[in-house]
């Protein structure tokens, strides 16, 4: 650990460590560039930004919420103001339903959360998996590249058996007519 990080309070040290965990996930891409250093400053960068997004989501949902508690409450005042005693209680158990309603929504909250770790997680498994189905059609790219060649030697191979049969018709042919000729006899000379 270099000397800097040690001086560092507590509370910024747990974020740094955190931060270089997170960018030391992703070594296998920076290790061998050239600018490792800038990638992983980029990493870091694109880290937080993420977290920021999150939290951005979170918050919004929030507002809405709270808008929404904000509206059943003015609401609620409004409608208590106009009842008379004997709707009362009828109109507080409606609206404890629907405080009840907001709290289920609040608490889906914590569901969307873990449902959006478990989604972070799967696209970072799927990622990887890519990974292996880039290097597989690599393979299959090379495997047909080499079919390819195969083929054409075939071919080549085929051609030239082609015209050696042709030759070889062509010289039983050649063999047949000098076959007949042979058995024709020969025209004897006369002897003087």
Known sequence: MEAWRTKLTDDIKSH???QIK??????????E???????????AIANQSKGIFDINLKTKFLERALKEISEVSKNMTEKIESLTKLDIQKEINNNF??????NSKLKSLNNIEKDFTALKERVIELTEKTKHIEK??????????????????????ESKISSLEKSFTQQ???IEIIKKSKSISPIKKKKR
């Open 16 to 18: 740094l460590e955190t």
């Open 22 to 31: 997170e960018v030391a996930r992703y070594h296998n891409i920076y290790n």
């Open 33 to 43: 560039e050239k600018d490792a250093q800038r990638i992983q400053l980029w990493l």
């Open 97 to 102: 339903t629907a405080i009840s309603e907001i």
């Open 136 to 157: 597989i059609n690599q393979e299959i790219e090379d495997i047909k590249k080499v079919r390819s060649g195969v083929l054409e030697k075939i071919k080549s191979i």
């Open 172 to 174: 039983n042919k050649k």
